[in-house]
């Protein structure tokens, strides 16, 4: 018997075909969303769009203006570190709890995990990838729902983020970042939850020094191609 897929309304189906689009780029940031063409797009009627974009707003993704319609929330290089303060936030609370709920089973699994992930240092997008479900097996096994559904969705504003802004020194950050991923591992081991915070807070904000040193030179050479006024 074939496996059973399961259900998607039509809201749930536009959503999902929506945020990708805009994580991958293919809906730029700015981008007006005319909800008549996203249906006609999609082979939906334009309720369930319109519904997909309230979520959307909700979720950071899409601004909706009266009398103006909806658009693509547009990239704030600022957004670098709310996004890097969620994330440290929410890997604290998953981190402390897997580190005394996690089952030894489960540790073996994550091991193995990271060891796939050594394989993909030189393909920075598929460890992207295996980063973020990586993060969201230990919310799993932290046994913190919450946070999981929390995590999804700053994962996805990084995706987006490294996919405009940040490609380069995440290229360049990707063995450091694995390096990292093993001392949480290592820390997750002793059991310990203040030694696991620890290690999650250094992992982020080394990251996010890296990520915010980036975005000064960027802006720096930017102001460097302004013309200057004659005084």
């Not at 999650?200 to 890296?210: C, D, F, G, P, S």
Request: charged share 30%; glycine share 4%.
């Amino acid at each position: 018997m074939d496996s059973v897929k399961p259900f998607r309304s039509k809201k749930e189906f536009a959503y999902d075909a929506l945020r990708d689009a805009i994580q991958e780029g293919q809906l730029e940031p700015g981008a007006r969303l005319v909800i008549d063409e996203l249906a006609a797009d999609l082979g939906i009627s334009p309720i369930p769009v319109r519904e997909a974009l309230q979520q959307l707003q909700a979720d950071g993704f899409v601004v909706i203006q009266p009398y103006v319609g909806a658009s693509v929330t547009e990239i704030d290089a600022g957004l670098v570190c709310e996004v890097f303060d969620l994330m440290e936030a929410l890997e604290v609370i998953s981190g402390r709890a897997a580190c005394l709920r996690m089952s030894e089973d489960s540790l073996t699994e994550m091991e193995g995990r990271l060891r796939d992930m050594d394989a993909l240092v030189a393909d920075p997008d598929r460890f992207s990838q295996e980063n973020a479900r990586l993060h969201q097996f230990v919310c799993e096994r932290a046994g913190t729902p919450l946070v999981s559904r929390l995590m999804d969705r700053v994962l996805a504003h990084w995706d987006r983020l490294r996919r405009h802004y940040l490609q380069d020194v995440f290229e360049r950050r990707v063995a450091d970042a694995q390096k990292e991923h093993w001392r949480v591992f290592e820390a997750l081991c002793t059991r310990d939850p203040d030694h696991v915070e620890r290690v999650i807070r250094e992992h982020n904000q080394a990251a996010r020094a890296a990520y915010e040193a980036h975005l000064v030179t960027l802006d720096e050479a930017r102001d460097a191609t302004v013309p200057q006024a004659d005084s």
